[in-house]
């Protein structure tokens, strides 16, 4: 059996709700099938008030084992590193967080904002908002670039705007069985399992992107890559592999990809004021090459074959409308 708390900063919920969503496992399962123990979980747990502190300092102080602490939203260190803007039980919650992670076998950061900082940590981060291991691409974050839980990890960053159910249950399931050290996690300490394809993989548009033809947003027919600026060529995740609700991902609805996945979301522009930044609009940035290309000799190959992918497209719409008027 793996007991789990599962805390929340500064987040609005929704890999909470992400979670309760889970389908391979459901969360019955987690617990029916797989001995995960839930001590608490701020939207489910049946402790309020003082159990809770009492159960966090049972945690502490060896009474109660932790074995995997869970934590969604960033941390928020604000105002002047006192952590007073966002206080849990008596304490500001990035103390808690500091000491369970000194107890807890295994720790998970859940989203972008626990993972990354996500949309909190954004210029000018009032709140001093951070991530767990990272602010951003850079390592460090709340509990610094050397940390490992006492199984031996840095912590495990499972991102996302939210993150995708199954993601999270089946981590927990590897920690659980004794699993996760069978799991390999990159650079950005994210499993492989679900973070080494890049969108675009498995994506219904991806003839379209291979030939440059362009679509506009929320139509059929193209890739929304140049002209809405989708991020999935450049996007780790499985979201066109593992499907959300086991029925659609974003791209697959004519959605362009957010790059929720990444370390760098949201992809802000101090310069234009923008949140979300549109590849075609504002430009590539150098990141935004794929690995393997120089910036410029991706723009003239990406150029060459739009104008064929084009080329083909109205020689088969003549073709077409040859053969049908025979």
């Known amino acids: 059996m793996a007991n789990v708390v599962w805390l929340q900063g500064g987040a609005c919920s929704g890999n909470t709700m992400s979670f ?11 617990v029916t099938d797989f001995g995960i123990n839930i001590l608490w979980h701020p939207s489910i747990g049946l402790e309020i008030g003082e ?14 084992q932790l074995d995997i602490l869970v934590y969604e939203g960033s941390i928020i260190k604000g105002p ?3 952590g007073t803007m966002n206080f849990f039980c008596d304490r500001p919650m990035k103390d808690w967080v500091a000491d369970l992670a000194k107890v807890a076998g295994y720790v998970v950061a859940i989203g972008d904002c626990a993972t990354w900082g996500g949309i909190p940590a954004v210029p000018p981060n009032p709140s001093e908002s951070t991530g767990m291991q990272f602010h951003k691409k850079e390592k ?12 031996g990890l840095p912590v495990i960053n499972i991102p996302g705007c939210p993150a995708h159910p199954d993601w999270i249950t089946q981590i ?15 650079e950005f300490h994210r499993p492989k399992t679900f973070f080494t394809d890049f969108v675009q993989t498995g994506c219904t548009n991806a003839i379209s992107f291979a030939q440059k033809v362009d679509a506009h947003f929320g139509k059929r027919g193209g890739c929304l890559f140049y002209e809405v600026g989708c991020r999935g060529p450049m996007t780790r995740a499985s979201c066109n592999r593992i499907l959300w609700n086991r029925q659609s991902s974003k791209t697959r609805a004519n959605h362009p990809c957010l790059g929720c996945t990444e370390p760098g979301f949201p992809h802000h522009d101090l310069v234009k004021g923008s949140v979300f930044k549109s590849l075609k609009y504002l430009g590539f940035l150098p990141q935004d090459v794929p690995s393997g290309n120089s910036r410029l000799g991706y723009y003239m190959r990406a150029g060459f074959e739009k104008v064929l992918g084009g080329a083909e497209i109205v020689l088969g719409a003549n073709r077409e409308h040859f053969e049908t008027s025979k």
Do not use: H, M, W
């Open 51 to 64: 159990q809770v502190t009492d159960l966090l300092n049972d945690c502490l102080a060896g009474r109660q």
């Open 20 to 30: 309760l969503n889970a389908q391979e496992p459901t969360v019955v399962e987690l």
């Open 140 to 151: 460090g974050g709340f509990l610094g670039a050397n940390y490992k839980s006492k199984g």
């Open 172 to 186: 927990l399931v590897a920690i659980s069985t004794g699993r996760i050290k069978d799991v390999l996690i990159d």
């Open 80 to 82: 002047n590193n006192t």
